[in-house]
């Protein structure tokens, strides 16, 4: 499949993380999500139905990533993967989650994790 929708640097402040300060606190993360599926049908058609809707995809992204604080942005990746997936359209998703305040005592410009999900 060659076809994708990208949604680049979506920014969500949430309260992931190992340490009590980040939970407590918060910190912004930014996210990029890239699905695959086949959008010839929407562009014949130029149904928006026949698509995935980007801005309806962008809100379903920030929640998922917003809700339930957890210790690892691994997990906050998996969970928006899933929401992705639900869609039937969406055959395969990769998903990058920055953490560009991360707790690291050294110099850095990013941290990622990014993970790539096929529907089963």
Do not use: C
């Amino acid at each position: 499949m060659t076809d994708s929708i990208i949604l680049t640097g979506l920014r969500v402040n949430a309260h992931h993380g190992v340490y009590d300060f980040e939970r407590e606190n918060g910190q912004d993360f930014v996210i990029d999500v890239t699905v695959w599926l086949d959008l010839r049908t929407a562009a014949v058609s130029d149904d928006v139905s026949r698509t995935i809707h980007y801005g309806e995809l962008a809100n379903e992204v920030t929640v998922a990533a917003q809700h339930n604080p957890v210790d690892l942005i691994e997990t906050v990746a998996e969970r928006i993967a899933a929401v992705v997936l639900l869609h039937e359209a969406a055959e395969r998703v990769q998903v990058t989650v920055h953490k560009p305040q991360a707790p690291i005592e050294v110099p850095f410009t990013d941290v990622a994790v990014r993970i790539e999900r096929t529907r089963a």
